[in-house]
């Protein structure tokens, strides 16, 4: 291999490193590829000489016969380089999805599960790329979000995600390959037209460059302008959620409503991305915003995969789906431990009989102090708790006495007049002082 790589590649590299806090390894995503073989082999020419720790990481897909002969030219990369690798295996399973999403998906719930926390995973895809993704999204119908492509920064899991040659073209790779006399194993699925990317790859964008040379630049640069329009618009939405929040998981509807279309289409996008959850496709989107004005107890649901989406007086809530109830009940000595549906019990209570723990079902009483004998039923409706959370609240039975309305694993919304449940320790539970509710 040639002692000297090329400079703008390797400035490139030198700027990604700048911004990496010091004490933090730099992974690098190695497909071996053209393009991940390449950044590894000038990773480990900035890196080392900075004393920076460099490893790298192998998602084998065995999706291909092909796969195994990538992860032999990877270990014997590395080898030559004498940077660490992890092979990860997994299994692609696409539900719903195309092979190439659900690969995507796994490759990168490897790479959180292998890399530590804080450290900096470094992805090879380039300008072409970005032009590739960008034309994509514009012809699924992707809105702004879509369009920005792919970020040079991304946190997830605490792990940050940078793509350092995202302004670097193809072409400019693969000439530093050669001037290197690097090898690589290149994928027989790259040809494959039957994958949209591919055909736009070797049919689309050639007939683009032809009559406009510079096109995955200038579309590189557009998917730039759309990244600075949403972070900007993600901005002025989070600042405006602030005056729509009443609780964690909820925003004020009717307020919402009052709000033009576009904005409450951004306001919902922005509050799914601060809780975390998958934002809502137009059609869920729009059929949510539909009913925002929806009769106080109407029980509205619009759910999408992996999130889902109430409206319960005047209140918008956003939540991770919820698996339905089944059928359960148990015996219990009052000690913590106990297995249920909603996790391990981490609350205790002094039990001089048996007691029973169970869901509520309705027509429970319980005796609270200082307030008398009250339906369990008005109690949850007086405190506002949501039908499909009362659904999740357990009773503790002693005979036909409810003693307490819990939800596990710590939660105690009420207990009976001379009855103490208490949050466990990690010591062997003893009931505190008594107290009345």
Request: hydrophobic share 45%.
């Amino acid at each position: 291999m040639a002692l000297r790589p090329p400079e703008p590649l390797e400035r490139l590299l030198n700027d990604a490193l700048a911004d990496t806090p010091p004490g933090r390894s730099i992974w690098v995503a190695l497909s071996g590829g053209l393009d991940s073989s390449l950044l590894l082999l000038l990773a480990s020419r900035v890196c080392r000489p900075a004393g920076r720790t460099l490893q790298a990481i192998h998602v084998h897909h065995g999706l291909q016969g092909a796969a195994d002969d990538f992860a032999a030219h990877c270990q014997a990369l590395c080898k030559a380089l004498e940077v660490p690798l992890s092979v990860v295996h997994v299994s692609v399973e696409s539900a719903g999805e195309s092979l190439e999403a659900a690969a995507r998906e796994a490759r990168y719930a490897a790479f959180c599960a292998h890399v530590p926390e804080g450290d900096v995973i470094w992805l090879a895809q380039h300008q072409d790329d970005q032009a590739e993704t960008l034309l994509l999204a514009a012809l699924r119908g992707s809105g702004i979000r879509g369009l920005a492509g792919m970020p040079y920064r991304r946190v997830s899991e605490g792990r940050h995600f940078i793509r350092p040659w995202l302004s670097a073209g193809r072409t400019q790779l693969e000439a530093c390959a050669r001037a290197l006399e690097l090898s690589w194993c290149e994928d027989p699925t790259n040809r494959d037209l039957a994958f949209d990317r591919n055909r736009l790859r070797h049919e689309v964008m050639p007939a683009l460059k032809a009559r406009w040379p510079q096109a995955c630049e200038a579309l590189a640069q557009s998917a730039a302008y759309a990244g600075e329009a949403d972070t900007l618009l993600g901005e002025y939405a989070s600042a405006e959620l602030a005056s729509l929040r009443l609780g964690s998981e909820y925003l004020d509807a009717e307020a919402l409503l009052a709000r033009s279309l576009p904005r409450q289409r951004l306001l919902v996008r922005t509050f799914c991305q601060t809780l975390h959850l998958p934002t809502p496709p137009r059609r869920r989107l729009e059929a949510l915003l539909a009913q925002l004005n929806a009769a106080a107890d109407a029980g509205v649901r619009v759910a999408w995969p992996g999130a889902e989406a109430r409206v319960w007086r005047q209140r918008l809530y956003l939540l991770a789906p919820l698996a339905p109830v089944t059928a359960w009940e148990s015996s219990w000595d009052g000690q913590p431990g106990l297995a249920t549906p909603l996790g391990e019990l981490a609350l205790g209570m002094n039990a001089s009989t048996p007691l029973t723990l169970r869901w509520r079902q309705g027509g429970e009483v319980i005796a609270l102090a200082r307030r008398g004998r009250r339906d369990v039923k008005r109690l949850l409706q007086e405190a506002g708790i949501p039908p499909w959370e009362r659904e999740r609240l357990m009773v503790i039975m002693q005979g036909e006495a409810c003693l307490g309305v819990i939800q596990p694993p710590a939660r105690v919304l009420w207990q009976a007049a001379g009855v103490v449940i208490a949050r466990a320790t990690s010591q062997p539970y003893r009931s505190p002082a008594r107290r009345s509710e």
